[in-house]
């Protein structure tokens, strides 16, 4: 990414501010037609692909010194406004327009086929070269499909067909995942923005080292409630590892954890907070949208999961310590804790989003509200408190980080636009039924292993979507209830960060820990292990998404529980002692019949983990 300087860097600081108020004044005042919203959004923000990214693609995490800007990069910037200044220019003319009946015009035409080219080249810079050729594969199949052999042989579409799916109309580039994009996303970015200006995320990190530091592996506790906290507002699992990691793994290697186990406890940490309500990234936003409910029920569905995964990984982090003999830190080089519990209220923003998220408030509005709330809880305090210009660099903070998921929504509308026309999603599910037969299990592991693939090279969201758009209409006519084959391909999008061969979560922890990043990425699979199979779990149990019964909830909820006890002893062979291997098979299996989805089995594995637990501990067998 470019480092803008001089007057480049003012103008473009006014041009992000201008998109920022844009987007608060839809939230507040009602937004746009869908379609006119989301050419608005693209055309704000395609520019910024070619300012801020130079042509040799993504770097993550580095910022280019140089802020020269090469004239084919600012002609391409100028380019891009042209198909969305004409959808404004033009909008009443292509709302009244027939589908499949009016012709195609030349500009029309000449402006699709530019946009389509600009987004493939900003998504190769901005998202990197996986999702290029993805959507560029995509793209080229509603063309040239019908030239396939096999299976892959699809219908023939003209050339103008092709068009008109992807430029003008809401089911090509301009459908759901961009008008999340342009709508909720854009919203909680500001509002991120806010909580870093108004210091609520310095508080997550206080509150996180006072009330876990001292107690055995605080460090790696610290980190795991840090991400839990931080990691709920970014919905970036590389973000998070850089943005706590760089101070939790050094802490954990010093009082002796090794560093690929501190790289572990961070990456997997990090990744969670995409599953932790209340945001989860924008994925999350997509499904609601996907799914057609209010977001709360996703909020509500994913609190169990997420809260039996971070319990997991804090008990086996716990384990760890006490199996190694490793101690926290002294109460001198923490916060203390009567001053935390005074600045409590800082935690008011996201309480305030909470309830109204599950009061029925929209998104939108409930962001906008915990944004006047950011701002209110940074009075009270000098160095935090925001005045005209720290409320307008929040605003800049937030807003600049929406190219990533902007163009990655526009450029999985590519391919969302193209399963819809062309049908080969269908074609998806005859081989999911032909390989799964009639075991609807193994559509779970191909859907998964489908999922985990692309999560290994596509951010979560776009790994989301393809997953969504592909795997989710065969989980469907299987049976599987929507929302939870929606969040079992969520689930595995999110864990690809930690699956080697490419753990992107577990790579960059190795780096700030200085360890080797395949032993990262392994022991994070351990550590995660619930996030392996919580998702087979609550495709047959949905009272681990909590919308079963109030019986059936809560016998799933102690499973869950029971879960996570078995699955923290087997996964790091320890109780209170050492135990030997066929102890942890045998915890293992009380692990996984605890989450079965038939009431006396649960209640069977629950028992085998409580007996299994008092009879193992500090005793010779």
Known sequence: MRKLQGLTAKAFYLYVLAMGFFHLYTALFGTFEAYLQRAIHLTWVLPMAFILYPIGGKKEGQEIADSTIPWYDWALAAASLAPGLYIMMN?????????????????????????????????????????????AFFTAYMYLGHYMPGIMKGLSFSFHEVIEQIYLIDEGIFSIPLGVSATFVMIFLIFGGFLEKSGVGAYFMEFAQAFTGTSPGGPAKIAVVSSALFGSISGAAVANVYGTGTFTIPLMKRIGYPPFFAAAVEAVASTGGQIMPPIMGAGAFIMASFLGVQFKVIMVAAILPAVLYYAAVLLMVHLGALKNNLKGLSPE?????????????????????????????????????????????????????MGPKAILDAIYTGAKNIPVVCIACAAAGLVVGSVSLTGIGFKFVGLVFSVASDAPFMALVMIAMVSLVLGMGLPTTSAYILGAALGVPALAKLGFPPIAAHMFVFYFAIVSNITPPVALAAYAASSIADANPNKTGFQAMKLGILAFIIPFAFSYDQGLLLSSGTTQNLIAIAGGVGSLFAMGHSMLGYTNRIIQQWQRGIFLIAGILCIWPIAWVKLTGIAVTLACSFIWRDKKS
């Open 91 to 135: 909008y009443t003319d292509i709302t009244y327009r027939m589908a499949q009946v009016d012709p195609v015009t030349t500009a029309q035409l000449i402006l699709g086929s530019l946009l389509t080219v600009l987004l493939i080249e900003a998504t190769r810079r901005v998202v990197g070269l996986p999702l290029a050729i993805i959507a």
């Open 333 to 385: 080089e923490l916060p203390d804790k009567k001053t935390v519990i005074k600045k409590l209220y800082m935690m008011s923003p996201i309480v305030v989003l909470i309830y109204l998220l599950l009061s029925g408030y929209t998104p939108m509005l409930a962001a906008v509200i915990g944004i006047l709330a950011a701002w209110v809880v940074s009075l009270p305090e000098k160095a935090n408190r």
